[in-house]
């Protein structure tokens, strides 16, 4: 299996369990650590890089082209915030 194909079910499986109920996350320093590292981790996985070999997480990111999971969160907390602005 390729690489894109590990990266789109990663996308479509896993990171929607990591973010689940994410807008009611109060987001803290701690949490977004855990968040990105818990990412990080399944995407070294995914390129097959152990946890001994050194390369960097940007070099990480690179590869697969993804952006950190706080980010993300980011921006479910603001499409969420819009909707119920709209609503109310």
Same mark, same amino acid.
């Given at each position: 299996?390729? *690489?894109?194909?590990?990266? &789109?079910?990663?996308?479509?499986? !896993? =990171?929607? /369990?990591?973010?689940? $109920?994410?807008? %009611? ?9 855990? *968040?990105?590292?818990?990412? &990080?981790?399944?995407?070294?996985? !995914? =390129?097959? /890089?152990?946890?001994? $070999?050194?390369? %960097? ?32």
């Amino acid at each position: 299996m390729g *690489l894109q194909t590990k990266v &789109q079910l990663y996308n479509v499986y !896993i =990171l929607p /369990i990591l973010l689940y $109920a994410a807008d %009611t996350w109060s987001m803290t320093v701690a949490t977004s650590r855990r *968040l990105d590292a818990s990412d &990080q981790w399944c995407l070294r996985r !995914i =390129l097959h /890089i152990p946890y001994t $070999a050194h390369v %960097t997480n940007e070099e990480v990111r690179r590869r697969t082209g993804q952006s950190p999971c706080s980010h993300l969160y980011h921006r479910i907390k603001t499409i969420t915030s819009v909707r119920t602005y709209r609503t109310s």
